[in-house]
């Protein structure tokens, strides 16, 4: 008998939610699918600043749907398609609701075909600072760090939701594309230069990124110290700068996969930007992005990102330490390894507040514990960064050198392009090293205030 509503396959759908309830962000993501894969297909205009895509988006349905949603903030949407078939939508904030003409069932592998256009909007984080997409002095940046992707394409919009992307940009000739992965083609085409980017392994949204502008690039055959392909974008004027930098990628990812484990993505590289293009550098997936030629460290840095954030993403935003914890004990394990201060000195540094030995030991970040920042606009402060790396030292300390380098490299085997929490990490740490690490959890973790004792 038919139903009001039932159709079809006589599937009977409920709409999926409109966001994953993370405890910082929580309309960020959606319910009731799993993305599989992007196919975008951009074009850009710098000199009107509008952006003309087709976002094509794999997805399984995890509940039999009868809505779905999507992030995207701003831009205007000029047709959705789900299989083939002409989909009802309506906007509402950052939620593109999706109705399509058929309910989904629960398993099924669906295609949505969003056609959309408009200048995109810049986002400001709750921390004040920008992301979304910004446009430069000589094209536009796509920055995603926490809800900035949302503002250049519609999609699940939250770390938890990995998948693979294919990005197709056309820009004026003259003009460079740079995004995430594997340049499966660079063509001419009267005016225009297409690019062809592929990202096989899973990646979360916030780490797409693009660059447009004038950049001079260069790249290698995997025949390196990395031994995968070294693409890199530099803006004019700070190549000379960039350049003595930029050629240490090799070597900095061989260093890694040392520490940590294999580097696990096809490629790597790096965006220089023009200096204060950005208030921040950003560990896009194989590319991470910088505002002005950066140093060793912040290369290091970055380049760290790509096993922790990256490879290993996590699940919530709260887990955030375990991103910027790690890379910024990889700075420090990468000046013990180079004749700098060793993780001690450094960590004894922090403990004493002892800005001498390292200006950046200037006590700011005692005001929360790292693994729970007091709201959304606290993510990137301090105490997740640095107090995070002296987590991971107290782990060091208790542990000892062989055991806690075998469960770092354990760590990115097992979660190698998934998702982790905090609570994975303690367990999985203590498990791995075969040590009670509980007050290194309640002191150093999940403590309030600086330990009376380091
Ligand atoms: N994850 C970036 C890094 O440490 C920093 C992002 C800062 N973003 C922000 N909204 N404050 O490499
Ligand atoms: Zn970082």
Same mark, same amino acid.
């Given at each position: ?39 975008l297909?951009?074009?850009?205009a ?67 075909v ?15 600072s920008?992301? @979304?997409? #910004?446009?430069?002095?000589? =094209? $536009? /940046?796509?920055?995603?760090e926490?809800?900035?992707s949302?503002?250049? *394409?519609? &999609? ?71 031994g ?5 974008a ?34 790597? @590289?790096? #965006?220089?930007?023009?200096d =204060? $293009? /950005?208030?921040?550098a ?7 992005? *910088?505002? &002005? ?45 180079h ?19 390292d ?8 005001a ?43 760590w ?23 040590r009670?690490?509980s ?16």
């Open positions: 008998m038919a139903v009001a509503g039932c159709t079809g396959g006589g599937v009977q759908g409920m709409p999926g939610a409109a966001g994953l309830r993370d405890p910082y962000f929580p309309k960020a993501g959606n319910g009731g699918y799993d993305a599989v894969h992007y196919g297909t951009l074009d850009y710098p000199g009107s600043g509008k952006l003309t895509g087709t976002a094509e988006i794999t997805a399984t349905a995890q509940q039999a749907l009868s809505s779905f949603h999507l992030d995207l903030d701003g831009m205007d949407v000029d047709s959705v398609d789900v299989d083939g078939k002409g989909a009802r939508f309506s906007r509402s904030g950052q939620e593109l609701v999706v109705r399509p003409a058929d309910d989904l069932a629960k398993g099924r592998t669906f295609r949505t969003v056609h959309y256009s408009g200048v995109p909007k810049t986002v400001e984080d709750p921390d004040g920008e992301e @979304g997409w #910004i446009e430069t002095d000589d =094209g $536009a /940046l796509a920055v995603g926490p809800v900035g949302m503002a250049w *394409f519609p &999609g699940n919009h939250h770390p938890a939701d990995k998948a693979a992307y294919d990005v197709a940009i056309t820009v004026p000739r003259g003009y460079e594309a740079v995004s995430n992965g594997v340049l499966k083609s660079r063509t001419e085409n009267g005016g225009h230069t297409s690019f062809r980017w592929h990202s096989a392994e899973p990646m979360a949204s916030y780490l797409a990124t693009l660059a447009i502008g004038r950049y001079t690039v260069r790249t290698t055959t995997a025949d390196n110290k990395a995968v392909p070294v693409y890199t530099v803006t004019p004027g700070l190549a000379k700068k960039a350049g003595p930098v930029l050629d240490r990628i090799p070597e900095v990812v061989a260093w890694g996969a040392g520490r940590f484990g294999p580097y696990p993505f096809a490629a790597t @590289g790096a #965006i220089v930007e023009r =204060g $293009a /950005l208030g921040y950003l560990e896009t997936q194989t590319r991470p992005l *910088f505002a &002005g030629a950066p140093d060793v460290d912040l290369l290091v840095h970055e380049l760290a990102h790509q096993w922790f954030g990256d490879s290993v993403t996590p699940r919530t935003w709260k887990d955030m330490w375990l991103n910027e914890g790690f890379a910024t004990y990889a700075e420090w394990l990468w000046e013990e390894d004749g700098g201060l060793t993780a001690q000195e450094r960590f004894d540094a922090f403990y004493d507040e002892d800005t001498e030995a200006p950046e030991a200037d006590g700011d970040y005692w929360f514990p790292p693994a729970d920042p007091p709201g959304p606009e606290h993510i990137s402060d301090d105490p997740v960064y640095y107090r995070g790396a002296m987590v991971l030292h107290k782990i060091r300390q208790a542990a000892g050198d062989k055991a806690f380098f075998a469960m770092v490299r354990g990115t085997a097992d979660h190698r392009h998934a998702n982790a929490s905090t609570e994975e990490f303690t367990a999985y740490a203590e498990r791995a090293t075969g009670d690490l007050e290194v959890w309640d002191v150093w973790l999940r403590g309030d205030g600086k330990p009376d004792e380091r």
